[in-house]
T-cell receptor, first 112, second 112 residues
Framework: KQEVTQIPAALSVPEGENLVLNCSFT??????LQWFRQDPGKGLTSLLL?????REQTSGRLNASLDKSSGRSTLYIAASQPGDSATYLC???????????FGSGTQLTVLP | DVKVTQSSRYLVKRTGEKVFLECVQD?????MFWYRQDPGLGLRLIYF???????EKGDIPEGYSVSREKKERFSLILESASTNQTSMYLC???????????FGSGTRLTVV
């Protein structure tokens, strides 16, 4: 059964820092990987989707990479801002239906 | 942008009531999903639907049923609400299995 792990569970950084969030998965037979952001009490907002044939995707200050063979993905956030404070979730799509298995998230706090 | 709308942000129901949670998407997506999210347990898949009138059980279907009579609408039904169904419920949709998920803003259900 696929397991997705996100380390650290919580991270606090000063504004302006570049940071990396990590995601690892146990079964490398995935079709895609998606990063989400969740604000307290709200739904999930999609940030980036990486297909298994891709190595990385970029959107603004965000860059996500995927190393399928080693079962790892990273989300790089450049020049962090207090508005980036949220929980970041990684999810892998596998199986014939490409259903998502979620990690437990990294709670990020960016201090002004 | 695709919009996934959940009809209620907050809901309080009594034990034993039949509860309907509604989800509507506006971009003709084929697939729709219902998750619940609990602290320490993450997101867990309840039911999903690949197309109209089709439904499949997820990881925790007990105590729930679903209905998809129209492509844009996916309803989650709690046949007889219990206190252990107090949770955040999240609906999601996607165009097809190789596409990313779009989530609604969630319904916080409290069963008293």
């Amino acid at each position: 059964k696929q397991e997705v792990t996100q380390i650290p569970a919580a991270l606090s950084v000063p504004e302006g820092e570049n940071l990396v969030l990590n995601c690892s998965f146990t079964d490398s037979a995935i079709y895609n990987l998606q990063w989400f952001r969740q604000d307290p009490g709200k739904g999930l907002t999609s940030l980036l989707l990486i297909q298994s044939s891709q190595r990385e995707q970029t959107s603004g200050r965000l860059n996500a990479s995927l190393d399928k063979s080693s079962g790892r993905s990273t989300l790089y956030i450049a020049a962090s801002q207090p508005g980036d404070s949220a929980t970041y979730l990684c999810a892998v799509g596998a199986g014939s239906a490409r259903q998502l298995t979620f990690g437990s998230g990294t709670q990020l706090t960016v201090l002004p | 942008d695709v919009k996934v709308t959940q009809s209620s942000r907050y809901l309080v129901k009594r034990t034993g009531e039949k509860v309907f949670l509604e989800c509507v998407q506006d971009m003709d997506h084929e697939n729709m999903f219902w998750y619940r999210q609990d602290p320490g347990l993450g997101l867990r898949l309840i039911y999903f639907s690949y197309d109209v009138k089709m439904k499949e059980k997820g990881d925790i279907p007990e105590g729930y049923s679903v209905s998809r009579e129209k492509k844009e609408r996916f309803s989650l039904i709690l046949e007889s609400a219990s206190t252990n169904q107090t949770s955040m419920y999240l609906c999601a949709s996607r165009r097809g299995r190789d596409y990313g998920y779009t989530f609604g803003s969630g319904t916080r259900l409290t069963v008293v």
